[in-house]
């Protein structure tokens, strides 16, 4: 039996947000599109020396120092085509081929906004 190569992947988050509570959020992605961001985000970092915040709310944010502590609060998993097709159309409405779902999401999508040009 070969071992197909799956185009998705299923990237879930639970970040603690000042010891208040916890901003749950997940994305779907395709595959090469989320290993060309986290390059991206990693040389990015390599110039960073401060804390970035990645605001939600009106005033509430998640900070990031380090390139590890943001790669560290993602889980991801290999999904098939048509589980990621289904979590479009239920959460996004097939708009976007990647997209996120879920309180703080922009700590994934819109990082690098926040941080010095590559």
């Known amino acids: 039996m070969s071992k197909q190569n799956v185009p998705y992947v299923l990237i879930s988050a639970s970040v603690d947000y000042a010891d208040e509570f916890d901003?749950?959020?997940?994305?779907?992605?395709?595959k090469a599109d989320w290993d060309q961001h986290?390059?991206?985000?990693?040389?990015?970092?390599?110039?960073?020396?401060?804390?970035i915040?990645?605001?939600?709310g009106t005033n509430e944010f998640l900070g990031?120092?380090?390139?590890?502590?943001?790669?560290g609060n993602f889980t991801t998993k290999s999904?098939?085509?048509?589980d990621a097709h289904l979590l479009q159309r239920l959460f996004n409405?097939?708009?976007?081929k990647n997209?996120?779902?879920?309180?703080?999401?922009?700590?994934?999508?819109?990082?690098?906004?926040?941080?010095p040009a590559e």
């Open 99 to 115: 997209f996120s779902f879920g309180t703080g999401s922009g700590y994934l999508e819109d990082i690098l906004e926040h941080l």
């Open 23 to 30: 901003c749950d959020f997940f994305a779907v992605w395709q």
């Open 38 to 51: 986290t390059k991206r985000v990693a040389n990015a970092f390599q110039s960073v020396s401060e804390e």
């Open 79 to 82: 999904i098939s085509e048509d």
């Open 64 to 71: 990031v120092t380090t390139y590890a502590e943001w790669k």
């Open 93 to 96: 409405g097939g708009k976007k």
């Open 53 to 56: 915040e990645i605001y939600f």
